[in-house]
């Protein structure tokens, strides 16, 4: 147990299902992130939220779309993705957004799309 | 803007041999530095970091790192590998989030 956990851990979805992915953190930490990591690329951060407020979207295209309810809570929302976006989904979070103390990561959700 | 370059894709070693994975970084300023590992189907751990002052530092597993300003280097050692040690490492380099390299694989053979 590393102090965030994901779910579903294993998700296959058509390319025209609605589905979400779930991150729960309760280290006290205020800022969340999900990263995408692809196989042979570098990891990809997704999108950033400090204090439950989106800080950061780096170019991801609009069929992910996060949420972040409370500090301990982040989804993502995905919607008519494509093959290209089979990977696995991490989750992190931090004490806070330019916390110099490294992140805490979930083990993720492989996400398959047929 | 920063960045994180581990110039090997693969590497195999003998258990019970040294390992050195090399981490290159560009940035301006002192950076923060970080090692993780990811093991297969699991999320990424933190292995070390480097923020400031001594320039060896120790981290969990028995792995150290050296920060070597001059080379620009952060390159990750562990003196006597285990076929646990089998993984995949990240290095990292923090400027507002994180940026992480391409990974190295590791491989141990008995």
């Known amino acids: 147990e590393t102090g965030v956990t994901q779910t579903p851990r294993h998700l296959v979805m058509g390319m025209t299902n609605k589905k979400s992915l779930k991150c729960e953190q309760h280290l006290g930490h205020n800022a969340m992130y999900w990263y995408k990591q692809s196989a042979k690329k570098p990891l990809e951060l997704m999108f950033v939220?400090?204090?439950?407020?989106?800080?950061e979207n780096n170019s991801v295209p609009s069929r992910f779309s996060p949420e972040c309810p409370n500090s301990s809570h982040l989804f993502l929302h995905l919607h008519t993705l494509q093959p290209e976006d089979s990977a696995l989904y991490l989750c992190a979070s931090s004490q806070a957004r330019d916390s110099a103390y490294g992140y805490t990561f979930g083990s993720g959700t492989r996400l398959t799309v047929v | 803007a920063q960045s994180v370059t581990q110039p090997d894709i693969h590497i195999t070693v003998s258990e019970g041999a040294s390992l050195e994975l090399r981490c290159n970084y560009s940035y301006g300023a002192t950076p923060y530095l970080f090692w993780y590992v990811q093991s297969p189907g699991q999320g990424l751990q933190l292995l070390l970091k480097y923020f400031s002052g001594d320039t060896l530092v120790q981290g969990i597993k028995g792995f150290e790192a050296e920060f070597k300003r001059s080379q620009s280097s952060f390159n990750l050692r562990k003196p006597s590998v285990h076929w646990s040690d089998a993984a995949e490492y990240f290095c990292a380099v923090d400027d507002y989030k994180l940026s992480f390299g391409a990974g190295t694989t590791v491989t141990v053979r008995a």
């Open positions: 939220y400090s204090l439950e407020e989106r800080v």
